[in-house]
T-cell receptor, first 112, second 112 residues
Framework: ETGVTQSPTHLIKTRGQQVTLRCSSQ?????VSWYQQALGQGPQFIFQ???????GRGNFPPRFSGLQFPNYSSELNVNALELDDSALYLC???????????FGQGTRLTVV | TQLLEQSPQFLSIQEGENLTVYCNSS?????LQWYRQEPGEGPVLLVT?????EVKKLKRLTFQFGDARKDSSLHITAAQPGDTGLYLC????????????FGSGTQLTVLP
């Protein structure tokens, strides 16, 4: 077990709604990265937060946004949900921006 | 866009057989990681390789990093049903230190 916890584990939302996913990082880690994993694909980098600041972003639209809190936990917010947003959302924490990443179990989001 | 290609995409073998999974890119990695993922779970880190030509062993798994740091391989000796899972390579490319780029994965099934 990595010590990275995500909530909720499963979620069903309707197209157009907004969703917030949460991640508690491993003790001692100050960096959190979020990934989207579609079925049968490898994870795709959404963005990274380092010490409460966005520290890099992948090719995702602005309706994907995030936050990191002083305790280094993090949220991923997605507005105006689309059917293609259905995926496993993974959070990974690390002690620095480009060191080994340890993943949570993910949140399975289904948009109907 | 920096891409990581994994092959094969699917592999189904009998218990006791050996196998090799490949991960290739046209760009240089600053470091590369191998993960194993079970259905509905997050990826679990197996190993990190950093130095060109590096070889690491983890029980029956042998990981090799190419001399030019553009490719890597995972070799499993005497595969067991418990090795079944999605094997993912992921790398930090030189110049993109914050973004961990994943391959699309190799789905391994080991039949008893």
């Amino acid at each position: 077990e990595t010590g990275v916890t995500q909530s909720p584990t499963h979620l069903i939302k309707t197209r157009g709604q907004q969703v917030t996913l949460r991640c508690s990082s491993q003790s001692g880690h100050n960096t959190v990265s979020w990934y989207q994993q579609a079925l049968g694909q490898g994870p795709q980098f959404i963005f990274q937060y380092y010490r409460e600041e966005e520290n890099g972003r992948g090719n995702f639209p602005p309706r994907f946004s995030g936050l990191q809190f002083p305790n280094y936990s993090s949220e991923l917010n997605v507005n105006a949900l689309e059917l293609d947003d259905s995926a496993l959302y993974l959070c990974a924490s690390s002690w620095d921006a480009n060191t080994e990443a340890f993943f949570g179990q993910g949140t399975r989001l289904t948009v109907v | 866009t920096q891409l990581l290609e994994q092959s094969p995409q699917f592999l189904s073998i009998q218990e006791g057989e050996n196998l090799t999974v490949y991960c290739n890119s046209s760009s240089v990695f600053s470091s590369l990681q191998w993960y194993r993922q079970e259905p509905g779970e997050g990826p679990v880190l197996l190993v990190t390789v950093v130095t060109g030509g590096e070889v690491k062993k983890l029980k029956r798994l042998t990981f090799q990093f190419g001399d030019a740091r553009k490719d890597s391989s995972l070799h499993i000796t005497a595969a067991q049903p418990g090795d079944t899972g999605l094997y993912l390579c992921a790398g930090f490319f030189s110049g993109s230190a914050r973004q961990l780029t994943f391959g699309s994965g190799t789905q391994l099934t080991v039949l008893p």
